[in-house]
């Protein structure tokens, strides 16, 4: 959650949590952690009520929708004929994205030749002269 935070980020936020909390500060975090807490033992009470009346383990992680649709109520059957009219178009994206990958890099060997005269990959110790472009009154 913290990952994109950098250590003057956190520091502004805990300058900002002593101005706002004060001499209060350590006490708001230990109502803090205890909330954290009881939150993670009502999951747990919860995960395992579930379990017992579905007479299935049940995890914590089972209980976002699409997973307990998909591990509890639906068979493998299921979630194939649900997965194979999609799959064609995932498998003609792939494709295309993987040809357009394969165009780019040709484009860029390419300009990689016209711009340097070697070929891809290989240093030049002088840069050559590029060609002069044709201007619009030669193509007329």
Do not use: C
Not at 46 to 67: C, N, V
């Amino acid at each position: 959650m913290l990952d994109n935070l950098n250590w003057w980020e956190i520091g502004a936020l805990l300058l900002l949590a002593l101005l706002i909390f004060g001499d209060r500060l350590p006490a708001v975090i230990t109502d803090g952690l205890r909330l954290v807490r009881n939150l993670r033992n009502m999951a747990r009470n919860a995960t395992g009520d579930l379990s017992r009346e579905l007479g299935t383990d049940i995890q914590l992680e089972d209980l976002h929708p699409k997973a307990f649709i998909r591990k509890h109520l639906l068979s493998e059957e299921d979630e194939a004929a649900i997965r194979k009219p999609l799959q064609g178009v995932y498998d003609n994206l792939r494709a295309d994205v993987s040809g357009v990958h394969d165009d780019l890099k040709d484009v860029a060997s390419a300009a990689d030749l016209r711009s340097n005269g070697t070929r891809p990959g290989t240093a030049t110790s002088s840069p050559s002269t590029p060609a002069p472009r044709a201007s619009y009154d030669d193509a007329t």
